[in-house]
């Protein structure tokens, strides 16, 4: 078999399993793709000892007759997971040497389910961007590229080497994280598929954080099956997150039957943006004429809360970094400022802190620590939250009502270019996650599915919103849109 690496979890692990390949050979194959994508930048921590090890480890597991469903099987883990013995800086300068005595929940049950790591993977520092331009290690670049045109495009954020890396296919599949569209943005960009699962789903433990209430890992894959599989793994119960749900985890692959005869599908009117690009308005008719051809109902559904959730989550979630990312003061462990004779405890923090956070950091730490201060705690926090409610309450409505799943755009363009968006105004950027940081704000699970291409020929996804703890259902329509918009378009490698 040749071009290992391109396989997916699915057709990898079946072929494992009937002998046809070791997994030696499949972590080779992927090495050895990572190792001619530097330009890529897309994995910033190479761990090739550690993945060979582990691939004779499964190759022993398979042939004894004892293999989980990601044995043996190459992925990438973001570094925003900590990984024993493995730097893990969360992309940022602060963190500069860390290495973990500890192995995080999800990348732990990975590697007890035999799957091997690969290294770790570029993203923007601690989860704060949607571009993968705020990283330490410099910008993760899009396999893809707009025709004869030679410039970069952004892979996405924040989980944007996770994205590169799936779709330049330099490992199987890979971890993300979403806090706000962080998985389903940068897969659609580059077309994949990315879950972020129910809030509590899957356990934040090991997991940097960013902001706490909105944190949720989960699977960057090939395809709805590739992301059926892994998620089953990265999900389950943990002691260690007081917000991780005590729920039993259903086989997903299992439920991945294609038949959505009867399901209502709603079409919030309130995601038509004004100003909307014409092929997003089509892709999205697109998607729910080739749901309503798999036998399912399409209705128009209000969601009218949702023009507050932008603002909203701009208050919420830097509050809540600024809480977190307070634990970095350059005592303890990571990057510490040289100072100055005379220099006391508040110039350490001051200057380890100036030093170790980038620009992004920066401005979101103290956006975050202007609406929790005294004056303002009740202007803007608690309004934010009051607000977060209402969303929230929005979608149960919805779904009491008896809608299923909702459909919408993923993000409101294709990739745009790597320095296009401006520092100067950071508002632009954050536009990206309009359609997103709703399902964030719920708790809510949402898939992104690549669907078809721009006139740039880039790719353009879908998202599917679904009913809190039914990501098999959510799974199961996502597949039947996959089926019927039969997406296999692959970027030529330039690299």
């Known amino acids: 078999m040749s071009d290992l690496n391109k396989l997916g979890l699915a057709e990898a692990r079946d072929a494992l399993r009937a002998g046809d390949v070791t997994s030696v050979e499949l972590t080779e194959a992927c090495l050895k793709a990572i190792d001619e994508a530097d330009a890529l930048n897309a994995f910033v921590h190479k761990t090739p000892e550690i993945a060979m090890e582990r691939a004779k480890a499964a190759d022993e597991r398979i042939k004894g007759g004892d293999a989980p469903s990601m044995c043996g099987l190459p992925i990438g883990i973001k570094d925003l997971f900590c990984t024993k013995g493995v730097p893990s800086q969360a992309a940022s300068g602060i963190l500069e040497g860390f290495k973990p005595e500890y192995e995080s929940t999800v990348s732990q049950q990975l590697a007890d389910a035999g799957a ?65 569209g962080s998985i389903r943005q940068p897969a659609a960009f580059v077309g994949i598929t990315g879950i972020k699962p129910t ?122 970094a600024s809480s977190n990312l307070a634990r970095y003061d350059g005592v303890r462990y990571g990057h510490r400022a040289q100072l100055a004779q005379g220099d ?99 708790g809510l699970p949402g898939i992104s599915v690549p669907a078809g291409l721009d006139t740039q020929g880039l790719p353009l996804g879908l998202q599917l919103i679904g009913r809190p703890w039914e990501e098999g259902d959510l799974l199961n329509t996502a597949y039947a849109l996959e089926n019927a918009a039969g997406f296999v378009a692959k970027p030529g490698k330039w690299w």
């Open 116 to 180: 091997v790591m690969l290294g770790k993977l570029n993203m923007d520092e601690f989860a704060m961007g949607s571009s993968n331009e705020t990283s330490v290690y410099g910008n993760a670049v899009s396999p893809w590229r707009c025709g004869n045109d030679d410039a970069q495009l952004t892979p996405g954020g924040s989980s944007g080497g996770s994205a590169a890396a799936v779709a330049a296919d330099l490992c199987l599949a890979a971890t993300g994280t979403d806090t706000g």
């Open 199 to 320: 809030y509590g789903r899957c356990s934040r433990w090991g997991i940097v954080a960013f902001a706490s209430s909105l944190d949720q890992a989960g699977p960057m894959t090939k395809n709805v099956r590739d992301a059926a599989i892994m998620l089953e793994t990265m999900c389950g119960h943990d002691a260690k997150d007081s917000t991780s749900a005590d729920l039993a985890v259903p086989n997903f692959e299992a439920m991945l039957t294609g038949d959505i005869k009867g399901k209502k599908i709603g079409i919030p009117k309130e995601y038509r943006m004004d100003g909307m690009p014409a092929e997003i308005e089509k892709l999205w008719a697109d998607g729910a004429a080739m749901l309503k051809d798999a036998g399912a109902e399409i209705v128009d559904i209000s969601l009218p809360h949702t023009k507050y959730a932008l603002p909203a989550y701009y208050v919420i979630a830097p509050a809540e």
């Open 344 to 442: 006391g405890i508040t110039e350490m923090y001051e200057k380890t802190r100036a030093e170790g956070f980038g620009h992004e950091v920066q401005r979101r730490v103290m956006v975050g620590t202007y609406v929790l201060s005294a004056g303002f705690y009740d202007a803007y926090y608690n309004r934010a939250r009051k607000v977060r409610t209402l969303i929230k309450k929005d979608f149960e409505d919805v779904f009491a009502a008896g809608v299923d799943a909702i459909l919408t755009p993923a993000t409101p363009s294709a990739a745009f270019g790597l320095g296009e968006m401006t520092e100067a105004d950071p508002v632009q950027m954050y536009l990206n996650d309009v359609f997103t940081v709703t399902v964030n704000l719920a």
